[in-house]
């Protein structure tokens, strides 16, 4: 017999319907399900749990409260640390900064741009040589007349070490000072960083002007209200270029040269002859070198204008024959080289015959006075004459002499004459 599949078998649906087939129950009693109960244990726990009291969570332990605190601790030391870290190197870099030379050389800069000449001049140890005709004060005011107005800057020497900075103070042009520093012990850095401070300032001067001047030896010569000793002398015994004109009847003194080095500016120079009054100096520009000029005055001035007047009017007359052969003896010495001379050499024959002679215009454009018995005239006339050709008009002819006169016997007599 075949085993029976114990599958249930779905049931065909009754032909000529759609709706599938009524299944059959099985035959037997029908039981109705069953609701399943939880075990007793569990029954137990839930009441065990709703009849004991509610139980607290568990707290934190004592590791980790140490825990926590050595971490906060620990964080706070960190952040204190760094704190006082970067204080350090705020601190550190701010003395390493304040320790570098620079700010000295900025510093003396600074007293160049603010013209403060007393603290610069206190900086400078050895000062520059100075003449014995000038003072501290020339000296501080050809400094001052040098960083007037001027933009400075500076830089390292050549020389420049670490141990040892030196440093140019310059304006866009020149450098006018070189600074040394030396440690200032005795205001000392922590960390072992250097305190610097001015050792030294050297400021470049140039004492370059010279004067140099030529004078009768009897003269005096003061230079910035200081007479100059005869050391300064660099010749003696020159004999004047007047001389030529007044020997042999009068000479004048020897002169000398005098010479002044190394100074800072243009002295004020006042010379005096040998009667003690005053006369003038005047530079030569081509040469740099001084004129000495010589007294417009003098004691018998007056009888020497009109003396080289009334000679310059009979010399005129003379050349042109309005005067005798004689009329100029009375103004010379006797035996006059210088009258001989104007007679041999004056063709008086050959000047053109003219009228009437009127002397106008007389003037005196020059004097000078040597010593009070020699002295230089320039004098001026006009001859206004009437000719006997050409023009109707007065033809006006000029003369000018320029006349060395010397006294002799007490008379103003003609030693020489330029030409």
């Known amino acids: 017999m075949a085993e029976q599949n114990n599958k249930p078998v779905r049931p065909a649906n009754p032909a000529g319907t759609g709706k599938p087939a009524v299944q059959k129950r099985p035959a037997g009693p029908v039981k109705k399900p069953v609701k399943l109960e939880e075990p007793e244990e569990t029954n137990r726990s839930e009441q065990e749990v709703s009849e004991t009291p509610e139980k607290k969570k568990p707290g934190i332990s004592r590791f980790t409260k140490g825990l926590i605190l050595w971490l906060v601790v620990l964080t706070a030391a960190i952040c204190i640390g760094l704190i006082w870290f970067n204080s350090f190197l705020g601190r550190y870099e701010e003395l390493y900064q304040s320790s570098l030379p620079y700010h000295q050389a900025e510093s003396t800069m600074k007293l160049f741009a603010d013209q403060d000449l007393d603290s610069i001049w206190n900086l400078i140890n050895e ?142 120079i006042k010379i005096s002859d040998s009667d003690g009054k005053e006369v003038k100096a005047q530079i030569d520009k081509s040469s740099g070198e001084y004129k000495v000029g010589y007294s417009a005055e003098c004691p018998d001035k007056e009888a020497a204008e009109k003396f080289a007047i009334s000679f310059t009017k009979d010399f005129a007359n003379y050349i042109s024959q309005d005067a005798g052969n004689y009329a100029l003896d009375k103004y010379f010495p006797k035996n006059s080289k210088t009258l001989r001379d104007i007679k041999r050499n004056s063709s008086r024959e050959w000047y053109t015959r003219h009228g009437k002679v009127d002397i106008k215009n007389e003037q005196v454009k020059e004097f000078k006075c040597f010593t009070k018995d020699i002295v230089y005239v320039e004098a001026y006339v006009e001859q206004h004459m009437e000719m006997f050709w050409g023009s109707k008009e007065r033809e006006v002819v000029k003369t000018t002499a320029h006349l060395y006169l010397c006294k002799i016997d007490g008379n103003w007599k003609v030693a020489g004459i330029k030409y």
Not at 148 to 166: I, L, S, V
Not at 218 to 229: A, D, F, I, Q, W
Not at 240 to 245: A, G, I, T
């Open 127 to 268: 000062k520059p040589k100075i003449s014995e005709f000038e003072n501290d004060a020339t000296l501080k005011k050809y400094m001052k007349n040098i960083i007037k107005g001027k933009e400075f800057t500076y830089k390292q020497t050549e020389d420049y070490a670490e141990n040892a900075p030196e440093y140019y103070i310059c304006t866009d042009k020149h450098i006018i000072a070189k600074l040394k520093l030396t440690e200032d012990e005795t205001n000392p850095l922590p960390y072992g960083f250097k305190s610097w401070k001015a050792g030294d300032l050297e400021f470049y001067t140039a004492a370059d002007y010279n004067l140099k001047l030529t004078l009768p030896e009897t003269y005096k010569l003061t230079v910035n209200g200081r007479e100059v000793p005869a050391e300064y002398k660099t010749e003696q015994g020159i004999d004047p270029e007047q001389n030529k004109y007044l020997k042999p009847y009068a000479e004048l003194p020897k002169q000398c040269v005098y010479e002044i080095k190394g100074l800072y500016e243009e002295p004020v």
